[in-house]
């Protein structure tokens, strides 16, 4: 199976700052990954697909980068809406596995 | 517009058995593949399997053989998630999701929260 490592797993930031989130996976992936942003109590939001294509109706500061094993969610700004945990997930092979979570939190 | 309405929470001693639904409109149900995903509470997502909608094969993931049955009514556009034997480590929401083969999950159920408890 296909391990994500997210980290960190809980980040305290200002709104108006800039973050970046990290999952490595445990083999190469391509671009094979998702991310999700999940707030209390909701169901999972696509944010981006495929390492770095945008979705439609998701705000222009979430954007992705990376291939390989190394895939990277920025922020850009902060939001008080933002504060919520973003998951990735992996579409490469079977089982369809997600990391663990990081936790964006207020400082 | 796509949705997927799952059924109401449900509350079960161990032993016992659930299933839950997930009804999908919008769409054409068999042109998508349909996800099950678990939540344990504080915890993260965990890919428990699919069902083609189309031919009706489940897969499930190695944690979920055994007391975890995936079916579907197609002519009701329904999708359902049946777990016996229920466990305590069973507690948790199931989300139903949907996506085309090795693709992520654009649209998601609200989530059916199951509670056992003796």
């Known amino acids: 199976d296909i391990v994500l490592t997210q980290s960190p797993a809980t980040l305290s930031v200002t709104p108006g700052e800039s973050v970046s989130l990290s999952c490595r996976a445990s083999q190469g992936i391509s671009t094979s990954i998702h991310w999700y942003q999940q707030k209390s109590n909701e169901s999972p939001r696509l944010l981006i697909k495929y390492a770095s294509q945008s979705i439609s109706g998701i705000p222009s500061r979430f954007s992705g980068s990376g291939s390989g094993t190394d895939f990277t969610l920025s922020i850009n700004r902060v939001e008080s809406e933002d504060f919520s945990v973003y998951y990735c997930?992996?579409?490469?092979?079977?089982?369809?596995?997600f990391g663990g979570g990081t936790k964006l939190e207020l400082k | 517009q796509i949705q997927l309405v799952q059924s109401g929470p449900e509350l079960k001693k161990p032993g016992e058995s659930v299933k839950i639904s997930c009804k999908a409109s919008?769409?054409?149900?068999?042109?998508?593949?349909m996800h099950w995903v678990k939540q344990a509470p504080g915890k993260g997502l965990k890919w428990m399997g699919w069902?083609?909608?189309?031919?009706?094969?489940?897969t499930y993931a190695d944690d979920f053989k055994g007391r975890f049955v995936f079916s579907l009514e197609a002519s009701a556009s329904t999708a359902n998630l049946q777990i016996s034997n229920l466990k305590n480590e069973d507690t948790a929401t199931y989300f139903c999701?949907?996506?085309?083969?090795?693709?992520?999950?654009?649209?998601w159920g609200q989530g059916t929260l199951v509670t056992v408890s003796s």
């Open positions: 919008g769409y054409t149900f068999t042109d998508y593949a």
């Open positions: 999701a949907r996506s085309p083969t090795m693709a992520p999950f654009a649209y």
């Open positions: 997930q992996q579409s490469y092979s079977l089982p369809r596995t």
């Open positions: 069902i083609n909608t189309y031919t009706g094969k489940p």
